[in-house]
């Protein structure tokens, strides 16, 4: 199966009509990020077949040249944002791997899908797309992967994120939850949490192909 056939019946329902058309109109009286044919990018780079891991993020980076269709992925000509700085830390921290290339594609193709549960944003202004009905769909993609496969491993950084966990069947997955990587929240269990690690290790136990972080 392929997203193609997965999403059909939600991309031919009216809601998603309605949503489309409000995200058009957005894209063509402001400015939106990231550019519109990057909206489904989480999903054109990690097909439904090789999903092995979920990462879960609110809605996309607002200010300029920062978001590209990957959660918590920036584009290379912008510095890193402080919550991607602090993932790359504990990365080192969790595997010794010291990673510079701010793009997280490489991630995206080896199976990590990086849904934001919001798929688009206004220009400086977060969340502004919250009530356009995004979370609908990404709420049935991420239903999709729970029931249609097994041994995906959902990291659920955030009491936002955590929200999705009524979504996943926990016997057949596995979820990693703790704070969010952002300053705010960073040394209240996210630093410390190795998710990375733990990634790999039940996806060795399930014989399933580890991530090159």
Request: hydrophobic share 40%; with cysteine; proline share 5%.
């Amino acid at each position: 199966m392929d997203w193609k056939e997965i999403l059909a019946p939600i991309k031919k329902s009216a809601y998603f009509e309605d949503l489309w058309k409000n995200v058009l109109s957005e894209y063509a009286n402001t400015q939106c990020f990231p550019p519109r044919k990057q909206i489904f990018r989480a999903l054109e780079l990690t097909s439904f077949q090789d999903v092995r891991v979920v990462i879960i993020g609110q809605d996309p980076y607002h200010n300029d040249g920062q978001a590209n269709g990957l959660c918590f992925s920036v584009s290379e000509s912008v510095s890193a944002p402080p919550s991607l700085k602090n993932i790359f830390t504990e990365l080192q921290s969790d595997t010794g791997i010291e990673r510079t290339r701010k793009d997280l594609e490489d991630w995206a193709k080896q199976g990590v899908l990086l849904l934001n549960a919001t798929l688009t944003v206004r220009a400086h202004s977060p969340n502004s797309h919250k009530d356009l009905g995004w979370e609908r769909f990404t709420d049935f993609v991420i239903s999709q992967i729970a029931d249609k496969k097994e041994h995906v491993v959902f990291i659920l950084w955030g009491a936002f994120a955590q929200k999705k966990e009524e979504l996943i069947d926990s016997s057949k997955h596995l979820i990693i939850k703790s704070a969010h990587p952002s300053p705010f929240s960073v040394y209240r269990g996210f630093y410390g949490s190795k998710p990375f690690s733990k990634v790999n290790a039940y996806l060795s136990r399930n014989n399933l192909p580890e991530i090159k972080w």
